[in-house]
T-cell receptor, first 113, second 114 residues
Framework: SQTIHQWPATLVQPVGSPLSLECTVE??????LYWYRQAAGRGLQLLFY??????ISSEVPQNLSASRPQDRQFILSSKKLLLSDSGFYLC????????????FGSGTRLTVV | KNQVEQSPQSLIILEGKNCTLQ??????????LRWYKQDTGRGPVSLTI?????NTKSNGRYTATLDADTKQSSLHITASQLSDSASYIC?????????????FGAGTQVVVTP
């Protein structure tokens, strides 16, 4: 069966520090991968999506970047965090070509102080 | 403008009572609609998925309905339990992006009290 792992679960970082959140998927090949952010009391905002290794599309301009070094690995990064980067970050995957919805990771609560 | 609107924004109900959440969408062409449950601090978990031809889909005490003509969906929770306290998110797929992006509602926060 397919599983998705996301870590860390919580993270407190000072302003200006770098960020690296990792997401890996098991039990499937060539998944579509996504990074979402959810601000407190708000809906999910798509940040990045990827249809393959090295293929990254960004939905909104921001202080973050994403990379997909391996088929089932998706990394969210920042060189210098801002206070506004605080939020709940979710990784998700879906099967290409099959409109069957997302499977989400357990999320990372990022607090920038 | 968000293509998926949910109401109410939040809801407080007594344990054992029923409630109904609403989702209106403008996504076109429509492919399917899902309801997710998101516990606080956790990732969303799928409850139901409905395609254009389906009107009703149940998952235990959760029943989703879909009217593709009026572009409305509802999620009915029967005999609510404390564990039903969560955010319920409506997600619609379709539109002109055919490879798999989805439109999310902002969610309805449900609080079940003893």
């Amino acid at each position: 069966s397919q599983t998705i792992h996301q870590w860390p679960a919580t993270l407190v970082q000072p302003v200006g520090s770098p960020l690296s959140l990792e997401c890996t998927v098991e039990g499937t090949s060539n998944p579509n991968l996504y990074w979402y952010r959810q601000a407190a009391g708000r809906g999910l905002q798509l940040l990045f999506y990827s249809v393959g290794i090295g293929q990254i599309s960004s939905e909104v301009p921001q202080n973050l970047s994403a990379s997909r070094p391996q088929d089932r690995q998706f990394i969210l990064s920042s060189k210098k965090l801002l206070l506004s980067d605080s939020g709940f970050y979710l990784c998700a995957w879906s099967v290409p070509g099959i409109d069957y919805g997302y499977t989400f990771g357990s999320g990372t609560r990022l607090t920038v102080v | 403008k968000n293509q998926v609107e949910q109401s109410p924004q939040s809801l407080i109900i007594l344990e054992g009572k029923n409630c109904t959440l609403q989702c209106n969408y403008t996504v076109s062409p429509f492919s399917n609609l899902r309801w997710y449950k998101q516990d606080t601090g956790r990732g969303p978990v799928s409850l139901t998925i409905m395609t254009f031809s389906e009107n009703t889909k149940s998952n235990g005490r959760y029943t989703a309905t879909l009217d593709a003509d009026t572009k409305q969906s509802s999620l009915h929770i029967t005999a609510s339990q404390l564990s039903d306290s969560a955010s319920y998110i409506c997600v619609v797929s379709g539109g002109t992006d055919s490879w798999g992006k989805f439109q999310f509602g902002a969610g309805t926060q449900v609080v079940v009290t003893p």
